[in-house]
């Protein structure tokens, strides 16, 4: 039986709580701001933790204040909205679609913001706010289109996993395509954003992501209670007087803005939205979507993996990509496994 305790206030309102996935989270954050710490004070010029938590509470002297609040601090954030961003988003793909490979990665999102970063650095050599336009306009547009190819009296899982493969397909040729006929300096230039790194983030990319996130989130976490109903059927939660269509719509609109928003922002960062909620999932034990931990499980997922590309290596770093990409489709063999063996599949 699940450990539960139920808090009651005045008027009669009550919140049952599950001890065990509010301890995950706790540990979640706990371990993303630990992670994020370290990364800050690892680089060129070391800053041990201590003097780096003393900065950031305004306490550092003038060069640790340029060094942290200035080169470093806004690349952790963006590692941490982005990982936020891409869990939050695989949450809700893999709850609606109630398959636990429908995430953006599969479903060809990501791929789609891609197309449309390389159409704006390819076909008009666009700057880099321009190309954070293209992918985001790229990405909405890819997840509207499967939207629509999979709508038949309503948009079922399965049904949209085979139409967002399908999709991911053809837009993956025509990024290839792109690439084909750009010229040698546009090519290198278009590999090296679709590789997905944190190197070079700044404030310009910190505010957009973070005020997506502040609109976004408090939205979707309000809509959890729905989505859970919907896990246990569109009938069942119809029944419960929950707006299947209308509630899936928006949970997925938001979902694929905040994917969008985090790949115009670092890239087609690969498998952090496919591992996220599986991870989760499986350290909280319990049902439903788990949103909030799926969320902590990707922002502390894409800071470790940060801090690794950068250290583990030696002398040469690795764009924050490749090790997700590696780690990711290790996990991903590994899920296709497990669900072979359970039938599923």
Not at 63 to 77: C, D, K, S
Request: charged share 15%; proline share 4%; aromatic share 4%.
């Amino acid at each position: 039986m699940r450990n539960h305790r139920v808090l009651r206030a005045p008027g009669g309102l009550s919140l049952r709580l599950d001890v065990r996935a509010v301890t995950v989270v706790v540990l979640l954050l706990l371990t993303a701001l630990a992670a994020s710490v370290v990364l800050i004070g690892t680089g060129d010029f070391p800053i041990p933790a201590g003097d780096v938590v003393r900065t950031l509470l305004g306490d550092g002297n003038a060069g640790q204040e340029f060094i942290v609040n200035e080169l470093r601090l806004p690349r952790v954030l963006v590692g941490l909205l982005v990982g936020a961003s891409l869990g939050l988003g695989g949450a809700l793909f893999q709850a609606v679609t109630r398959n636990p490979l429908g995430s953006p990665d599969v479903l060809g999102l990501g791929q789609g913001a891609t197309a449309g970063a390389l159409v704006m650095i390819v076909l008009f050599s666009g700057s880099a706010a321009q190309v954070t336009v293209g992918a985001l306009v790229g990405g909405l547009a890819t997840g509207l289109a499967i939207y629509l190819l999979a709508w038949k009296r309503g948009v079922h899982g399965y049904r949209l996993v085979l139409v967002g493969i399908g999709v991911s397909a053809i837009v993956t040729a025509i990024n290839g395509y792109l690439l084909t006929v750009s010229d040698i300096v546009d090519a290198a230039r278009a590999l090296v954003w679709m590789t997905g790194s944190l190197n070079g983030r700044d404030w310009e990319q910190v505010w957009p992501l973070l005020g997506v996130c502040a609109l976004l989130v408090p939205l979707v976490l309000a809509g959890g209670r729905g989505l859970r109903m919907m896990e246990m059927g569109d009938d069942v939660a119809g029944a419960l007087g929950v707006r299947v269509e209308r509630v899936r719509a928006l949970l997925m609109v938001a979902a694929v803005l905040l994917v969008a928003t985090a790949t115009a922002a670092a890239g087609p960062v690969g498998f952090v939205s496919l591992t996220a909620p599986q991870l989760a999932r499986r350290l909280t034990r319990s049902p439903g979507p788990n949103l909030l931990a799926s969320l902590c499980m990707g922002a502390a997922l894409l800071v470790t993996a940060d801090w690794v590309s950068q250290r583990a290596f030696g002398a040469d770093q690795l764009p924050v990509g490749v090790v997700t990409g590696v780690l990711g489709g290790v996990y991903l063999l590994w899920l296709l496994v497990a669900e072979r063996r359970a039938g599923r599949i």
